[in-house]
């Protein structure tokens, strides 16, 4: 608890103001105390001499005189007299009441720290509420919000800081944008000869197939695919994907239609459940989720395209629910028999575009599949990693919240 509570600037700022007022009240009510005048001990004999230096009397301090009274003495001479000595206390000025008790100077020093401690703290708090705004801001922006600013009042090197935050937050929006439209707009207008060549190599002599015709025609489908998944990850960089409805929908049945196109195998583990608060029945071979069909359906057919392309064709589909905390997740693992993912490239394969070292390009792919499940679980609020399978191979799993956590 005090950990977290000194983890905060403006907290350690204000505990050094207060320490060193603390140190400078001891270091100055130690000063004082070596430099004020020794205290004077009580009076408790008077000696009465004469012109001639003669001791003529002596007399003792009464002893029941009280604290703070005056003092009185009886002096006895040599000829017996006995003669009435009072010596009054000096008085305290009247109209200082921070010399009367319970005050002092220590009880000033110690007021004075306290002043300045109270003082200081809003003006330590209102400089680091600056750097806290600074401090969220970057945060949003360094977790993919290229649109956030700071706003930051003032003259100072927090306002200059904010400044250029600002400044370089937006020509880096304003180069991804371009980057992205480019992207975008190239993609769509290689469409056009594309179409032209896949048309005219239809209109060619269906009997003179030949192997040249048939690379040509896997060549035209490789760059289709290429310029569709290119298209799709601009939209959902661009966050035009949020345009697109969502809907409730039956995860095992684009499960199971999928796998059908690539003859996998898919497992159900699901249990028949009846969602309290919702009032959602979940029947046992039903996984209902929150999300685009269109989408879900492109991450569930990259997942077993990319399987298919590296294994020896023993493919597996499962789907499962389970309950992390209070939220219910619908969990969708993809199985292969291939070789495998190195621990250090399980989240670079995640990477527009990265492929492992020594992948060959015969073998199909252009990069962006895995990647655009990332970009599609995000979309749908979920997580995807990559797992070493028991017995060899690679794992894929994504967790996808189910539809009665998001309604």
């Given at each position: 608890?005090?950990?977290?509570?000194?983890?905060?600037?403006?907290?350690?700022?204000?505990?050094?103001?207060?320490?060193?007022?603390?140190?400078?009240?001891?270091?100055?009510?130690?000063?004082?105390?070596?430099?004020?005048?020794?205290?004077?001990?009580?009076?408790?004999?008077?000696?009465?001499?004469?012109?001639?230096g003669?001791?003529?009397?002596?007399?003792?301090?009464?002893?029941?005189?009280?604290?703070?009274?005056?003092?009185?003495?009886?002096?006895v001479?040599?000829?017996?007299?006995?003669?009435?000595?009072?010596?009054?206390?000096p008085?305290?000025?009247?109209?200082?009441p921070?010399?009367?008790?319970?005050?002092?100077?220590?009880?000033?020093?110690?007021?004075?720290?306290?002043?300045?401690?109270?003082?200081a703290?809003?003006?330590?708090?209102?400089?680091?509420?600056?750097?806290?705004?600074?401090?969220?801001?970057v945060?949003?922006?360094?977790?993919?919000?290229l649109?956030?600013?700071?706003?930051?009042?003032?003259?100072?090197?927090?306002?200059?800081?904010?400044g250029?935050?600002?400044?370089?937050?937006?020509?880096?929006?304003?180069l991804m944008?371009?980057?992205?439209?480019?992207?975008a707009?190239?993609?769509?207008?290689?469409?056009?000869?594309?179409?032209?060549?896949?048309?005219?190599?239809?209109?060619?002599?269906?009997?003179?197939?030949?192997?040249?015709?048939?690379e040509?025609?896997?060549?035209?489908?490789?760059?289709?695919q290429?310029?569709?998944?290119?298209?799709?990850?601009?939209?959902?960089?661009?966050?035009?994907?949020?345009?697109?409805?969502?809907?409730?929908?039956?995860?095992?049945g684009?499960?199971?239609?999928?796998?059908?196109?690539?003859n996998?195998?898919?497992?159900?583990?699901?249990?028949?459940?009846?969602?309290?608060?919702?009032?959602?029945?979940?029947?046992?071979?039903?996984?209902?989720?929150?999300?685009?069909?269109?989408?879900?359906r492109r991450?569930?057919?990259?997942?077993?395209?990319?399987?298919?392309?590296?294994?020896?064709?023993?493919?597996?589909?499962?789907?499962?629910?389970?309950?992390?905390?209070?939220?219910?997740?619908?969990?969708i693992?993809?199985?292969?028999?291939?070789?495998?993912?190195?621990?250090?490239?399980?989240?670079?394969?995640?990477?527009?575009?990265?492929?492992?070292?020594?992948?060959?390009?015969?073998?199909?792919?252009?990069?962006?599949?895995?990647?655009?499940?990332?970009?599609?679980?995000?979309?749908?609020?979920?997580?995807?990693?990559?797992?070493?399978?028991?017995?060899?191979?690679?794992?894929?799993?994504?967790?996808?919240?189910?539809?009665?956590?998001?309604?």
């Open positions: 608890m005090w950990t977290r509570f000194t983890s905060h600037l403006y907290v350690r700022i204000w505990l050094a103001v207060v320490a060193t007022v603390v140190v400078l009240t001891f270091l100055v009510g130690g000063a004082w105390r070596l430099t004020a005048d020794l205290p004077q001990l009580p009076i408790r004999e008077v000696l009465v001499h004469n012109t001639a003669e001791i003529i009397g002596t007399a003792q301090t009464k002893p029941d005189r009280k604290l703070g009274e005056d003092l009185e003495f009886d002096v001479t040599r000829d017996g007299q006995i003669l009435n000595l009072l010596l009054p206390r008085k305290r000025p009247p109209g200082n921070w010399n009367r008790p319970p005050f002092g100077f220590g009880s000033m020093l110690v007021l004075v720290g306290l002043a300045v401690a109270l003082g703290y809003p003006v330590i708090r209102r400089l680091t509420l600056r750097l806290e705004a600074l401090q969220r801001g945060e949003r922006w360094g977790a993919g919000d649109s956030a600013r700071i706003t930051a009042g003032g003259h100072d090197e927090v306002a200059f800081l904010a250029r935050f600002n400044h370089a937050a937006e020509r880096i929006e304003t944008d371009s980057h992205r439209s480019l992207l707009n190239a993609s769509h207008e290689l469409r056009s000869p594309l179409a032209r060549i896949r048309m005219g190599l239809e209109l060619m002599d269906p009997a003179a197939a030949s192997p040249q015709r048939r040509i025609s896997r060549s035209i489908n490789e760059l289709d290429l310029i569709d998944e290119i298209l799709l990850a601009s939209r959902l960089d661009t966050r035009q994907a949020d345009a697109e409805p969502f809907e409730t929908l039956d995860l095992t684009l499960a199971a239609e999928e796998c059908s196109r690539v996998a195998e898919l497992k159900a583990e699901l249990q028949a459940e009846l969602q309290t608060g919702m009032g959602i029945a979940r029947s046992g071979h039903s996984l209902m989720v929150q999300g685009s069909p269109r989408l879900l991450l569930i057919r990259n997942l077993l395209e990319n399987a298919r392309r590296y294994s020896n064709g023993d493919i597996s589909l499962e789907l499962a629910q389970i309950r992390v905390g209070r939220q219910q997740l619908a969990v693992k993809v199985h292969d028999r291939g070789p495998g993912v190195p621990v250090e490239q399980r989240e670079r394969i995640f990477e527009p575009f990265y492929r492992l070292p020594g992948a060959s390009e015969r073998e199909g792919g252009v990069g962006l599949g895995l990647a655009l499940v990332k970009s599609i679980s995000l979309r749908h609020k979920g997580t995807v990693r990559c797992e070493a399978r028991p017995g060899g191979g690679a794992s894929f799993i994504v967790e996808l919240p189910l539809a009665d956590q998001e309604a």
